[in-house]
């Protein structure tokens, strides 16, 4: 079992639809858990951490996390074809600051 | 927030050559990370490099391939060595922010091995 695991898509969307990805993680203990968008040919950038059970939302993007059921979600609103990229969701794991990644799941808003 | 600067940018190597990228931040940290995405892939921690201490390498990765320096705090290099056309990948090196909460990655450096 993969560490982290994503669905690889394409997940399809409509101009001003919500996006919905997933992600599950193994570690039990797993306390931080972020999400990176990354455009092709980019270096991966911070779009949230969630730390608690719950939601957290920044503007168009929802993070929930269930650490009972180990998933971690974003939720993008009104997604915009800016929002076309790779989505990775990672973890740290154990003690030590490393971050182990999804493979990512792409994302495409069309017109 | 943390500046990461890479070098090379990108470089075609030939097969059994070595290629050092280097990777400058504009503060001082504790912990350098160096991954590797290979085409259509996520991204895989290579190795953390603390300065004053050998890095510590991840399950599969070894420190006669990739070799580490540290020697301060804001500068990092990595070399790949003996390459083969399997090593052809991105190579990124990624620090934490000051405040904890987000990882900054470098530019990253695309090697291409022929």
């Known amino acids: 079992q993969k560490e982290v695991e994503q669905n690889s898509g394409p997940l399809s969307v409509p101009e001003g639809a919500i996006a919905s990805l997933n992600c599950t993680y193994s570690?039990?203990?797993?306390?931080?858990f972020f999400w990176y968008r990354q455009y092709s040919g980019k270096s991966p950038e911070l779009i949230m951490f969630?730390?608690?059970?719950g939601d957290k939302e920044d503007g168009r993007f929802t993070a929930q996390l269930n650490k009972a059921s180990q998933y971690v979600s974003l939720l993008i609103r009104d997604s915009q074809p800016s929002d076309s990229a790779t989505y990775l969701c990672?973890?740290?794991?154990?003690?030590?600051?490393?971050?182990?990644f999804g493979t990512g799941t792409r994302l495409q808003v069309t017109l | 927030s943390a500046v990461i600067s890479q070098k090379p940018s990108r470089d075609i190597c030939q097969r059994g050559t070595s290629l050092t990228i280097q990777c400058q931040v504009d503060?001082?940290?504790?912990?350098m990370f160096w991954y590797r995405q290979q085409p259509g892939q996520s991204l895989t921690l290579i190795a953390t490099?603390?300065?004053?201490?050998?890095?510590?390498?991840e399950s599969g990765f070894v420190i006669d391939k990739f070799p580490i320096s540290r020697p301060n705090l804001t500068f990092s290099t990595l070399t790949v060595s003996n390459m083969s056309p399997e090593d052809s990948s991105i190579y990124l090196c990624?620090?934490?922010?000051?405040?904890?909460?987000?990882?900054?990655f470098g530019p990253g450096t695309r090697l291409t091995v022929l």
């Open positions: 990624s620090v934490w922010g000051a405040s904890g909460n987000e990882q900054f």
């Open positions: 570690d039990r203990g797993s306390q931080s």
């Open positions: 969630i730390y608690s059970n």
């Open positions: 990672a973890v740290i794991t154990g003690t030590a600051s490393k971050l182990t």
């Open positions: 503060s001082q940290v504790t912990m």
């Open positions: 490099a603390n300065q004053g201490s050998e890095a510590t390498y």
